[in-house]
């Protein structure tokens, strides 16, 4: 079974500065999909970042990057320049197999969250 | 653009009353999706649907019914509602396998 595992459970940051949540996940699948969701006090999910597993290259979305790492399972983001909007829960997710025989729908894992606050 | 919305935004149910949550999304993506959030638990799926007419199970599906009669829409019903069915309900789609889930703004909802 996949697991992701996300071992900050609260971490804070001051405006401007840089910081890096840390996610790593276990599977014995060679093709997958992770990704970074937000979740400010609004409730809403809203998707940060995506990385698929067969590229090399780092995934970045303005502010956001992300550290790939394959071989190690790991899956950290790093938040540059923080904002104070950038305060929210933030969950890395896992993606591989089809559900159903011959589905569109995926199997999306989500690890138990990390809670960013971003202060003055 | 909507995306996706839910219906309705918080609800307060005595247990062992019946419960449809609504999704409707209108990117005519083919799969759906419901999850639950709890606290320290991340998002579980409940029930999936791959396109109109299919539904399948997900990790957590007792107590929870779905059904999928067009594109747009993915109800959610709880046939008889339990004090552990209180949770943030999360309504998904993605276009195929492999693509983004897009979540809707979510249901919470209590079982006294």
């Known amino acids: 079974a996949q697991t992701v595992t996300q071992s900050q459970p609260e971490m804070s940051v001051q405006e401007a500065e840089t910081v890096t949540l840390s996610c790593t996940y276990d599977t014995s699948e060679s093709n997958y999909y992770l990704f970074w969701y937000k979740q400010p006090p609004s409730r809403q999910m809203i998707l940060v970042i995506r990385q698929e597993a067969y590229k090399q290259q780092n995934a970045t979305e303005n502010r956001f990057s992300v550290n790939f790492q394959k071989a190690a399972k790991s899956f950290s983001l790093k938040i540059s320049d923080s904002q104070l909007g950038d305060t929210a829960m933030y969950f890395c997710?896992?993606?591989?197999?089809?559900?159903?025989?011959?589905?569109?729908?995926?199997?999306?894992?989500f690890g138990t969250g990390t809670r960013l606050q971003v202060t003055l | 653009i909507a995306g996706i919305t839910q219906a309705p935004t918080s609800q307060i149910l005595a247990a062992g009353r019946r419960m449809t949550l609504r999704c409707t999304q209108d990117m005519r993506h083919n799969a759906m999706y419901w999850y639950r959030q709890d606290l320290g638990l991340g998002l579980r799926l409940i029930h999936y649907?791959?396109?109109?007419?299919?539904?399948g199970k997900g990790e957590v599906p007792d107590g929870y019914s779905v059904s999928r009669a067009n594109t747009d829409d993915f109800p959610l019903t709880l046939a008889s509602a339990v004090p552990s069915q209180t949770s943030v309900y999360f309504c998904?789609?993605?276009?195929?396998?492999?693509?983004?889930?897009?979540f809707g703004p979510g249901t919470r909802l209590t079982v006294l």
């Open positions: 997710a896992f993606m591989t197999r089809r559900l159903g025989d011959t589905g569109t729908a995926s199997k999306l894992t």
């Open positions: 649907s791959n396109t109109a007419g299919t539904t």
């Open positions: 998904a789609s993605s276009r195929t396998h492999g693509n983004t889930q897009y």
